[in-house]
């Protein structure tokens, strides 16, 4: 399991939301299954939706887990 920071930005004019972790941008993430995704072919042990809602490892920014919305 990673201790490196993970960021989620506020959500874009899109309602993508950048993800970042260890000040390397993922990508473009327009659900939780997108992030979960990033984070399992950035190396981590079968992330999933739910891992991703309830990480402390996660930093949201402009909103939690359930804001996809500009």
Do not use: C, K, N
Request: aromatic share 8%; charged share 30%.
């Amino acid at each position: 399991m990673t201790t490196l920071p993970i960021i989620v930005y506020p959500t874009d004019e899109q309602g993508g939301r950048r993800v970042r972790m260890d000040g390397e941008i993922l990508g473009l993430a327009y659900s939780l299954r997108d992030i979960a995704e990033f984070l399992r072919r950035a190396g981590l042990e079968d992330p999933d939706p739910a891992w991703v809602e309830a990480s402390t490892l996660i930093e949201w920014r402009g909103g939690g887990p359930d804001v996809w919305e500009h």
